[in-house]
């Protein structure tokens, strides 16, 4: 069994990102400028955006964040997209998720300019993805495919199962699985809650991307012997243990899966670290105008 050690990657990563920023700004270019969105005071909301802002510093980005109270109105959030999108100075911009109830998250997502939208949720970049075009792709998936590249893990003619159906992962990793390309080609089962016999399709997986936020959902008797397993989950549980009583959970029972796998990611460490990482490669070329070419 091997680890993926995400964290690893993406600091490699990083490097490169902040070696390719460094020489734009010795050939007399600015550097790439990431702005956030932030709106109230979730806990996860709160942290996800601290580490992005500091992963744009270790990448030599610019940075900003814009930060409205939980009482923002939509046409108030929508008045500060419409800002972002026409500021030369921005590259690239994300509205953290979830929104308060009172706003509507696709009608924000809709006002981003697609050329912009580095989180790919605009249905401009999800469709363009869906056909095989360049676009924005979304960043945990993205993060997904850097890993199985860089481990060369052959996924051609693999059978990969899906567990959940989100727009931000589930719904995009089946798809670049399915596309032509290395990582790809994969044969694509997505299971969600209305799945009957999930165990079975399970244990027939090459490779289980498991995205449904069930802490140690997947267990060993699920899984074929030299699987390939990737754990998106990171669910916060109480752990008393800890002195911020709490700890991350992946989608995977890990000790008792991971002797039976090729490779496993591990949670914290493995898919998380990566798709920030993303999201900075694709700020890189929304600066660089590489995103609709590449
Ligand atoms: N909330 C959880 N994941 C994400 C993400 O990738 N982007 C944004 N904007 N919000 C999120």
């Not at 709106?39 to 996800?48: F, K, M, N, P």
């Not at 939509?74 to 419409?82: G, H, N, P, V």
């Not at 998250?105 to 300019?113: G, K, R, T």
């Not at 914290?268 to 070419?293: C, F």
């Amino acid at each position: 069994m091997q680890l993926i050690e995400g964290k690893k990657i993406a600091e490699q990563i990083k490097g490169e990102i902040a070696a390719e920023v460094q020489s734009i700004i010795a050939a007399g270019g600015r550097a790439p400028h990431l702005a956030g969105v932030l709106v109230g005071h979730d806990g996860g909301s709160e942290s996800y955006m601290t580490s992005k802002v500091k992963t744009c510093e270790q990448c030599g980005f610019k940075s900003s964040l814009l930060r409205f109270d939980e009482s923002i109105t939509q046409d108030e959030l929508i008045a500060a997209i419409q800002g972002l999108n026409n500021d030369k100075g921005v590259d690239g911009f994300i509205v953290q998720l979830p929104l308060p109830r009172h706003i509507d998250e696709q009608a924000v997502i809709e006002a981003i300019d697609y050329r912009k939208d580095v989180d790919g949720f605009h249905p401009i970049n999800v469709g363009r993805m869906a056909i095989g075009l360049p676009c924005f792709k979304p960043a945990t998936p993205s993060g997904i495919m850097m890993l199985l590249e860089r481990y060369k893990i052959e996924t051609r003619g693999k059978h990969c199962v899906v567990l959940g159906r989100s727009n931000i992962v589930g719904k995009p990793i089946a798809t670049m699985l399915m596309q032509k390309g290395n990582p790809g080609n994969c044969t694509v089962t997505v299971c969600h809650s209305a799945t009957p016999n999930i165990k079975e399709l399970c244990r027939q997986a090459d490779i289980i991307i498991a995205a449904l936020g069930h802490p140690g959902f997947v267990t060993a008797d699920m899984v074929k012997e030299g699987a390939v397993i990737i754990d998106v989950g990171t669910t916060r549980v109480e752990d008393p243990t800890r002195e911020r009583g709490w700890r991350l959970s992946g989608d995977v029972d890990f000790d008792n899966v991971a002797p039976h796998c090729s490779y496993i990611t591990p949670v914290p460490g493995g898919v998380g670290p990566m798709t920030i990482v993303s999201l900075m490669h694709n700020t890189l070329l929304a600066a660089t105008g590489r995103a609709y070419t590449d």
